[in-house]
C-alpha cells in the first residue's frame, strides 16, 4: 500500500465540490485514511510551498491557499501517487484529459481544485505537514507495517 497527500483547495470548498470529489477518489479505489478541514495560515501555506519560493506564482499560490478552507487527506491504496495524479488531471485544466477532477472541476490552472504528491519523497513529507504518524486510520494489517 502507498500513500498520497490530496489537498482539496480554497476553490473546491467554495464550490461546494467536496462531496462529488471525495466520492470520485473514493471510487477509484482509494481510502482516506485521514481527513481534516483547516484555514492555512500566510506561515503554513509559505512553509508547505517552500519548494516553489522565488517562482513567479509563489505569491499567488499563498494568496489562493489562505483564502479559505480546504480540507486535507490522506489516501492510501496501491500506486497511490500516481493513480491520484492520474485521477487529479494536467494542472491546466484546458489540457486535462475528460473525466479527469481537473477536467471536470477546475477553472483555470491557478483556480485547479485539487493537490497531490507527486513523489514518494514528497508524500512522506506532506503528510507529516499535516499528520501525525498516529493520526492515520489504517485500512489493513499490512498497512500498519509500513
Known sequence: MERTLAILKPDCLQKKLVGAVLSRIEQAGFSIIAARILHLTPT????????????????????????????VAVLEKDNAISDYRALM?????????????????????????????DSHENAGREIAFFFSESELCLTSPAAAKK
Request: charged share 10%; hydrophobic share 35%; glycine share 10%.
Open 89 to 117: 488531471g494536467n494542472t491546466d485544466p484546458a489540457l486535462a484529459a475528460p473525466g479527469t477532477i481537473r477536467h471536470e472541476y477546475a477553472t483555470t490552472i491557478r483556480y485547479n481544485i485539487v493537490h497531490g504528491s
Open 44 to 71: 503554513q501555506a509559505e512553509a508547505f510551498y517552500s519548494v516553489h519560493l522565488g517562482k513567479p506564482f509563489y505569491p499567488g499560490l499563498i494568496e489562493f491557499m489562505t483564502q479559505g478552507p480546504c480540507m
